[in-house]
């Protein structure tokens, strides 16, 4: 077959990788799970899908080749991805699915091999050599052609731009270095050419990524200097996520200059006790997070905060969980993505004594995010009667409300029309702890 003549691009003894026969696959499937990472990998795969002519859908049932792009963060993951597998290999039977691909960060997991024997996968692939899917799908291509300093595709009126991949911090629960590999910037250059491109098409809003994003540098340049230069080409920014250690207090200045960026932080701090943050080799201790969050309260007036925890990590006592509702207070978080802590094979904390009871856990949790809710729906009804400028994004909630969001970062229903990528003047007529609703709007 004439894609012999790409193999000589691959690895197959890596990959496992046996290409389709050629137009036996005419619509492929898509599913996403886990970080806005995944969602720019499954950009990148789309864009493989097309350029070989075939169609997109939305469902299992029409496609011929279903991409499950799978997340590894949490143990949960691979039991929602094992339950999708169970009604592939039920549709593969029933004659609708051709060919099943895992890929994302599952895929580059040793528990992959299990998987791909148990459920019959046809490819497996890592995060680092998604170009695979191209020759898999009988596209003849190279391994440039899909290699992460590639832009992903462009939604309408927003798009992703990777500007680093990996990380090279080892947090004792985390599997992502193992899985996305160390720290690799793209040059400067290449993003903002790849920014300036977008916003001649036409995207309004542009969200640099990272899995540590503001570690991102290039010869004598941080993170900073790239996020000001981005701010002056895109009418709209943001960025996620962000490590405390690499947060410099320069990169919350510009947040509060630019007009163009908004006005909200993702900081992860995982822990409010120094004891747990220090097992977790996150690099820092809970007043110094305390203090660049100072700093972002004083440079960003009108900014939102958002955070991630881990309750029950091994050893975590009561006293630590103390200390991070203690945290909680101080943060004034307006939003929090709390997770019970769940062992990764692979990862220091999966080995670690000390486990904290399931019941232990779950009241944690609880008081973590009634900490976190009840300062958010307070700091949300703050917002009330303020006339706000809101951008509005695709979809629409279950009621038929537009969704948008305030330059401070504020999610909001709005009851209208809106066309995506435009904005409206509202007035806040109510808030919940996650959301702002909106009035009719004023333009
Ligand atoms: N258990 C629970 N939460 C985890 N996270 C990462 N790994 C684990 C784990 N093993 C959380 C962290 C991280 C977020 C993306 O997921 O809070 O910031
Ligand atoms: Fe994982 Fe820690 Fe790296 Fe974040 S900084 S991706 S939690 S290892």
Redesign the pocket.
């Known amino acids: 077959m004439s894609r012999m003549r790409v193999a000589i691009t691959k690895k197959p003894a890596e990959s496992g990788a046996r290409s389709a026969p050629a137009g036996e696959l005419k619509t492929a499937c898509i599913r996403t799970f886990g ?1 806005q990472m995944n969602v720019h990998d499954s950009d990148r795969m789309r864009r493989m899908i097309l350029d070989a002519g075939l169609s997109e859908v939305q469902d299992y049932e029409s496609a011929d080749l279903v991409v499950l792009n799978t997340c590894y ?2 143990e949960n993951a691979v039991d929602r991805v094992r339950g999708h597998l169970g009604q592939l290999n039920r549709l593969r039977r029933e004659g609708k699915v051709k060919k099943i691909a895992l890929t994302g960060c599952i895929g580059a997991a040793e528990e992959s091999a299990e998987l791909k024997e148990q459920y019959g996968i046809d490819l497996v692939l890592g995060t680092h050599n998604t170009y695979e899917l191209a020759e898999f799908i009988g596209l003849p291509t190279m391994r440039e052609t899909y290699t992460p300093n590639l832009p992903g595709v462009e939604g309408r009126h927003s798009a992703f731009v990777t500007i680093m991949t990996g990380c090279n911090y080892r ?1 004792s ?4 270095p193992a899985v996305r590999g160390r720290m690799i910037c793209r040059s400067m250059d290449d993003v903002l050419e790849e920014v300036q491109r977008l916003t001649a098409g036409g995207t309004e809003y542009i969200t640099l990524l990272g899995q540590t994003v503001d570690a991102w540098r290039e010869s004598g340049k941080r993170f900073a200097d790239l996020l000001k230069r981005v701010a002056e080409i895109a009418p709209r920014v943001w960025f996620t ?1 962000s490590h405390p250690s690499n947060m410099e207090d320069r990169t919350l200045r510009i947040i509060g200059e630019s007009p163009s960026i908004v006005k909200r932080l993702h900081l ?1 701090v ?1 822990s409010g006790s120094d004891r747990m943050l220090k097992m977790m080799h996150r690099g820092y201790k809970s007043d110094r997070y305390r203090r660049k969050i100072e700093v972002f309260r004083e440079e960003v007036a009108d900014g939102t905060l958002s955070t ?3 309750v029950g990590h091994p050893g975590e006592t009561e006293e630590d969980h103390e200390a991070t509702l203690r945290l909680v207070e101080d943060c004034r978080f307006d939003t929090a ?1 709390i ?6 094979r692979g ?1 220091e ?1 999966a080995e670690m004594p000390d486990r904290v009871p399931d019941e232990v856990v779950q009241r944690r949790f609880l008081e973590v995010l009634r900490a976190v809710e009840q300062n958010a729906l307070r700091q949300n009804r703050d917002k009330i009667g303020s006339i706000e400028e809101i951008f509005i994004r695709e979809g629409r909630t279950r009621n038929g409300r537009a969704i948008g969001e305030t330059w401070s970062g504020h999610a909001v229903h709005v009851p209208a029309e809106a066309e995506p990528g435009s904005y409206v003047k509202a007035r806040i007529e109510s808030a919940g702890p996650h959301v702002l609703y909106a009035g009719e709007p004023a333009n």
């Open positions: 970080c963060v949490r947090c629960y985390c599997i992502v996520t992860p995982q991630d925890i881990i993505y997770f019970k802590f769940s062992p990764r990862t904390a």
